[in-house]
């Protein structure tokens, strides 16, 4: 009998990428960019391109490539336009063994990104959202989503899918695992917090956690507690180049970072979310889920695109593994 049952389903976003190089891109330092500095090319001048790359993107596609490689029977839901790059997308899911089910729509295009890459591998990025304003919760088949794990991406702030997604999830029992975007925790605490209880791991950044809980950023301690507080499951705290901390709620993890080339690093942080859920998923082993998202991470930015570097099953990459100091949590 076939087994329609999938290991993952990851809902999130779905982008058509390309990337673009230069050693003509410059990074100047300024208080009038966000960040204190911006990508700048000479204002009417024609600069050449160094490298050029077009692949599938959007954190959703990004993690269901992570999990179909290392062995999960994945299925992607997203959005698309009815357009070329729609139909590229939907083709790259396929050939990664992953099952799109992509709603299409005539509102508008395929949501579209322009990376520039800077020699010193940061970069910018230029979104068009495009049909990713027009995902719809009505048109998500869940009875064809029979899986052990659910996983959610940025869905654009569609409050009502995040909702319905965790409580069709948690009503079947199936474990739930999301890295939020900046949308998503837009809604708030009060909002978050009674579907915050339902899920099992949790992926954000310092900054989003700070900004979450409305603690001081620097305040390590005090984020994990109310963090904590908010769910019974696993809380993951990316640090940039400080490395990763993460909480069960009684034990504490801290691992950092190895010292590995970087060409450009556009899905990092997705190759590190989906690489600790699918090895957790895999062995129920904190340490080993920190130990191979770090490895997927530092393997994805040592090339363009967030997809090419994306580790194959049972290929940890060429670097050491990276020591995890184990904590108990006092209180």
């Known amino acids: 009998m076939k087994n329609d049952k999938y290991g993952i389903v990851s809902i999130g976003s779905a982008t058509r990428d390309v990337f673009i190089a230069s050693d003509q891109i410059q990074s100047i330092a300024s208080d009038k960019f966000k960040t204190g500095a911006g990508l700048c090319f000479g204002l009417g001048s024609k600069a050449e391109i160094k490298k050029i790359v077009f692949t599938a993107g959007g954190g959703g596609t990004n993690a269901a490539v992570t999990f179909a490689r290392q062995g999960l029977k994945t299925a992607f839901v997203g959005v698309v336009g009815r357009d070329l790059n729609g139909k590229e997308i939907e083709a790259e899911l396929k050939r990664e063994g992953i099952d799109p089910h992509l709603q299409e729509h005539d509102d508008d295009f395929t949501a579209y990104s322009v990376i520039l890459v800077h020699p010193n591998g940061e970069r910018s990025i230029l979104s068009y959202k495009g049909e990713g304003y027009h995902f719809d919760v009505n048109k998500i088949d869940f009875d064809a989503l029979e899986t052990d794990w659910l996983f959610l991406d940025s869905l654009g702030g569609h409050f009502e899918i995040l909702k319905k997604s965790i409580e069709w999830a948690a009503s079947k029992g199936i474990k739930i695992a999301t890295n939020?975007?900046?949308?998503?925790?837009?809604?708030?605490?009060?909002?978050?917090?009674?579907?915050?209880?339902?899920?099992?791991?949790v992926i954000t950044n310092q900054e989003e956690?700070?900004?979450?809980?409305?603690?001081?950023?620097?305040?390590?301690?005090?984020?994990?507690?109310?963090?904590?507080?908010?769910?019974?499951?696993?809380?993951?705290?990316?640090?940039?180049?400080?490395?990763?901390?993460?909480?069960?709620?009684?034990?504490?993890?801290?691992?950092g970072v190895p010292d590995s080339p970087i060409v450009e690093r556009a899905g990092a942080g997705d190759a590190f979310s989906s690489g600790f859920i699918v090895e957790y998923a895999h062995s129920g082993d904190i340490v080993k889920a920190i130990q191979f998202a770090t490895a997927n991470a530092s393997s994805v930015v040592t090339?363009?695109?967030?997809?090419?570097?994306?580790?194959?099953?049972?290929?940890?990459?060429p670097w050491p593994l990276v020591n995890v100091e184990i904590s108990t949590l006092t209180r």
């Open 303 to 317: 090339q363009y695109g967030a997809k090419a570097g994306i580790l194959k099953k049972d290929d940890w990459g």
């Open 209 to 255: 956690a700070a900004g979450l809980t409305g603690l001081d950023y620097k305040d390590e301690g005090a984020i994990f507690k109310k963090m904590d507080e908010l769910i019974d499951g696993i809380f993951v705290m990316t640090k940039g180049h400080d490395g990763v901390a993460v909480s069960d709620g009684k034990t504490i993890y801290h691992a």
């Open 180 to 201: 939020p975007g900046s949308k998503e925790l837009e809604h708030g605490l009060a909002k978050l917090a009674p579907l915050l209880k339902k899920l099992n791991i």
